[in-house]
Structure formats: structure tokens, C-alpha cells
């Protein structure tokens, strides 16, 4: 499943079949310039990377943002065409084509009994410019490693980090496109459109979605619209310093299915330096002191347990590079300045093993 710009999508006779292979469907002309614009930035971040592997050198220097941790779709990434075939997906008895399930004005609910009633913004948004919430981050809120998930954050929270995206103290240390389309959201949202949303997900009890395992080899893997997928053939390699996170139903995710469960895998070892690490003497990386005795979140700072810790490392080296420099990172910078990767990892594998 790839995607790419087809190479007439100028042009009259496929604009139509362009648009839809691009994931352009029912947006304006301004619009789809902005997602290309995104999308192109992701691409070239890409192929730099693979011109480096194709040369024989590493991918990334040592200290440089690790690819598994903010995949990059290639630049070869073609979506598969919508054959009309309704996907379901287990205990519900909706049904959504391809094309409806790539709606970012439309988010698809699967579940609607695990939920109150969607706000307009989280299930349509606002054409032209407001995608819906519950698209990205799905109907109640669990989100995807590519995203983060919504579950046990506050109102407050949720808006102060919209209002960090729109004035840009929130970005990534590599270019996204899932952040791109955030920020974009984040400028046209209204106030009250946000409260809206915000409420919703806080009022949303969290749930569990992730079995952290740990590993010495995991599944090959690639870049599957945006995220990790295993590749067919079951063929495995040595994990290494990396976290292996990928969803137990591919087609299930991609459905975008709200209760979709993950499987990170992490270099053995793991949760239990994590573990020493967070209730260490060293006052600056006591998780404990700010994130609550259970890490489920205080006043001052958000909850981190049972989040995805591929979405955590990203927040953890975004904080390190400078590019999330918000509320609290003042607070972080100190925290994460002499952490390693190897201490990242195992920080957030910690946690994501906690119960939410």
C-alpha cells in the first residue's frame, strides 16, 4: 500500500481519480495545496534518508531523530484504490468503504455504544478548513502510534496543546504530515468548537490499548501510512535500540477502528531500567514528582501511563531538540538534556506498560 502524486494529477481527464489516490477527497483547491505542501516536506525528509541508505551510510547520525520513532510514508507511497468493498471490523454492525474511511470530514464510529454522543467537530469538523478530531484521533480518542491518544488528558490540557500547535511552540524534530494537519486544524478551530471537543475526550474513561513485549528480534517492518507495519512473509531481525510498535490487525487500524490494540515490542530489559530510571534519587528524572506517584497525571503536567511509548519517545526527544518548547518544558529540558535513547526507550516502555 503505497501513495504517491500521480503523474498527470494536473491534468483534466484523471483529476477526479488524482484527487482520490492522493487522499484529496472533498477538499478545496487551497486545502489540497497545504496537505501537498506537507505531504512534500514528509517526502523529501524520506528520500534523504533512503539516498543515505542507498549510499551505504547510515541512515541517521547517532544522535539524529531515529526513523522508527517518526516514520516517514516513501516516496513511492501509493494508497490502495477503493474497490467498493464495505470493511467491517469485530463487534460492530457498521460497514464504511475505503473512500468513506478517508473522509477527514467524516470520522467513522465503529463503537458508539463506548461513548456519549459525538460533538459536530469531532465527528464532521468544518469544511473547508476544520478536519473532525475523531478522524486522526478515531471516535473516542485512542489515536495511533502516528498520533497521540487523547485518553486521561484534561480539557485544559487538550486545549492549551491545540493553542501550542496553532502558535507553533509545538512541532516535531522531523517533518509529519499528522502534525501538519494538526497545526492546520489548530488555526481554523474556534473557541468554542475546541471546548467542544476538549470536553468530549476528557470525559472519556481511559482504557488500555497496548501489550509492551520484550524481545530480542521482532517482525521486519515497514512505513505504512505513517506508521509501523510487519512485513508479509513473517520474517524477523534483531531489534536493537529501537521500539517495534505495530498494530495487531493492520486492517483493523487502517479501518480506523477505536478499538484497535498495538503491540510494542522493546529491547529486553527494558521496563525494568525504565522503572529504575523514573524512581531513581535523581530529582530530575523522578516522573513521580510531576506526573503523579502513579503517572496518571496531576495538575501540573498530563498523564503518561499506558500511552504509546512510540508517540512518548517522540514528545521525550522533541523536548530534548527544542521543537516542543511549550508549557512545562521548561520543566522537561532538564529532565531529558543528559538522557540517552537507550533511556528514552526504556522510560517509555516503562510506562506504556502501566495500566491507564
Not at 46 to 69: I, K, N, R, Y
Not at 165 to 186: E, H, Q, W, Y
Not at 248 to 275: C, M, T, W
Request: overall charge neutral; aromatic content about 8%; proline content about 8%.
Amino acid at each position: 500500500m503505497e501513495e504517491r502524486l500521480p503523474a498527470d494529477f494536473c491534468g483534466t481527464a484523471s483529476r477526479a481519480a488524482g484527487l482520490h489516490a492522493f487522499g484529496f477527497e472533498g477538499l478545496g483547491p487551497l486545502m489540497r495545496m497545504e496537505v501537498l505542501a506537507m505531504r512534500m516536506s514528509s517526502a523529501l525528509f524520506a528520500l534523504s534518508l533512503t539516498s543515505l541508505a542507498s549510499a551505504g551510510a547510515p541512515a541517521q547520525s547517532q544522535d539524529g531523530p531515529p526513523p522508527w520513532a517518526y516514520p516517514v510514508n516513501p516516496p513511492s507511497f501509493q494508497r490502495a484504490p477503493d474497490d467498493g468493498t464495505i470493511r467491517r471490523v469485530p463487534d460492530s454492525a457498521a460497514g464504511f468503504t475505503l473512500t468513506q474511511l478517508r473522509d477527514l470530514f467524516a470520522a467513522p464510529d465503529w463503537h458508539p455504544e463506548d461513548h456519549p454522543a459525538l460533538p459536530e467537530i469531532v465527528a464532521k469538523g468544518r469544511k473547508p478548513d476544520v478536519f473532525a478530531c475523531g478522524v486522526c484521533h478515531r471516535a473516542d480518542g485512542p489515536g495511533g502510534p502516528e498520533n497521540a491518544s487523547l485518553f486521561g488528558f484534561s480539557a485544559e490540557y487538550i486545549i492549551r496543546q491545540t493553542v501550542e500547535f496553532k502558535t507553533g511552540l509545538r512541532t516535531n524534530s522531523v517533518p509529519r504530515v499528522a502534525t501538519d494537519l494538526m497545526i492546520k486544524t489548530s488555526k481554523d478551530i474556534t473557541d468554542q468548537e475546541l471546548k467542544e471537543a476538549a470536553n468530549y475526550f476528557a470525559s472519556i474513561k481511559p482504557r488500555s490499548n497496548i501489550a509492551v513485549v520484550e524481545t530480542d528480534a521482532v517482525p521486519k517492518t515497514h512505513v505504512r501510512d505513517l506508521f509501523l507495519a510487519p512485513i508479509d512473509g513473517g520474517e524477523k531481525e534483531p531489534i536493537g535500540q529501537r521500539i517495534i510498535e505495530i498494530p495487531e490487525n493492520v486492517e483493523h487500524f487502517l479501518s480506523r477502528d477505536s478499538r484497535a490494540r498495538f503491540i510494542a515490542y522493546v529491547p529486553v530489559g527494558s521496563i525494568q531500567k525504565g522503572r529504575a530510571l523514573a524512581a531513581s534519587g535523581d530529582l530530575r528524572v523522578q516522573c513521580a514528582a510531576c506526573h503523579g506517584a502513579d503517572l496518571k497525571g496531576t495538575a501540573v503536567a498530563p498523564g503518561i501511563a499506558a500511552r504509546s511509548p512510540t508517540y512518548m519517545f517522540r514528545q521525550l526527544y522533541d523536548f530534548k531538540s527544542g521543537a516542543r518548547k511549550g508549557s512545562n518544558s521548561d520543566l522537561m529540558k532538564p529532565v531529558v538534556e543528559h538522557l540517552g535513547t537507550d533511556d528514552m526507550i526504556a522510560l517509555v516502555a516503562y510506562t506504556a506498560s502501566l495500566i491507564p
